[in-house]
Structures are given as structure tokens and as C-alpha cells.
Nanobody, 118 residues
Framework: QVQLVESGGGLVQAGGSLKLSCAAS????????MGWYRQAPGKQRELVAV??????NYADSAKGRFTISRDNAKNTVDLTMNSLKPEDTAVYYC?????????????WGQGTQVTVSS
């Protein structure tokens, strides 16, 4: 049983900053990947940033503005978003992958709304 709790979403003006946090709880031996996705109305869910094997990757739209930070000891992952734009408006979802003897499993948070006003 794994649960992801997201926080930090809200309303911010263009050019502002916001920090999203995700905490994983439950029976977790090892998390292979922690990342953030987002989905805007009428669009597919897209990858924003991911932390995997000590590396980080970002969507082109997030590079230079967003920073993903993972704390393995606390099983948390944050997404610091700077220089926000109206097009960043979306529901942001925390996602993790857990690898074990039973195979890989993925878990999703409920999502947190980020709204950027112009």
C-alpha cells in the first residue's frame, strides 16, 4: 500500500514562483523514479521533470525554469517552479515507480492545481 500526497499548488501571477511537494508513504523499499507530470484541459498528460538513477530530466518547456529535487531518505520529491507562465497552468501529478521482486509498479498522486494568471 503506497500513497502519494501532493501539496503546494495554487494561484500565482506570471513570473512568480511556486514549489510543489510530494510525499510517498507506505511500504516502500526502493523508489526507482520520482517525477512530475501535468495535464491541461484538452491535452495529454505530459512529463515535466523526472529524477532517475541520480539524474534529472526536464521537458523542454521546463528547462531553465523548473528544478526537481528528490530526498531519498524522506521519500519526497519537490518541484520548484520559477518564472511561471500562463501556459504552465495545469493539474500537476506526482508519479513514482517502485521496483521489486514482483515487478515494477507505478503510483500516482491525486494532483494539485497550478494556475498562473497573466
Amino acid at each position: 500500500q503506497v500513497q502519494l500526497v501532493e501539496s503546494g499548488g495554487g494561484l500565482v501571477q506570471a513570473g512568480g514562483s511556486l514549489k510543489l511537494s510530494c510525499a510517498a508513504s507506505g511500504t516502500i523499499l526502493s523508489i526507482a523514479m520520482m517525477g512530475w507530470y501535468r495535464q491541461a484541459p484538452g491535452k495529454q498528460r505530459e512529463l515535466v521533470a523526472v529524477a532517475h538513477d541520480g539524474d534529472t530530466n526536464y521537458a523542454d518547456s521546463a528547462k531553465g525554469r523548473f528544478t526537481i529535487s528528490r530526498d531519498n531518505a524522506k521519500n519526497t520529491v519537490d518541484l520548484t517552479m520559477n518564472s511561471l507562465k500562463p501556459e504552465d497552468t495545469a493539474v500537476y501529478y506526482c508519479n513514482i515507480w517502485v521496483a521489486g521482486v514482483g515487478g515494477a509498479r507505478t503510483y500516482w498522486g491525486q494532483g494539485t492545481q497550478v494556475t498562473v494568471s497573466s
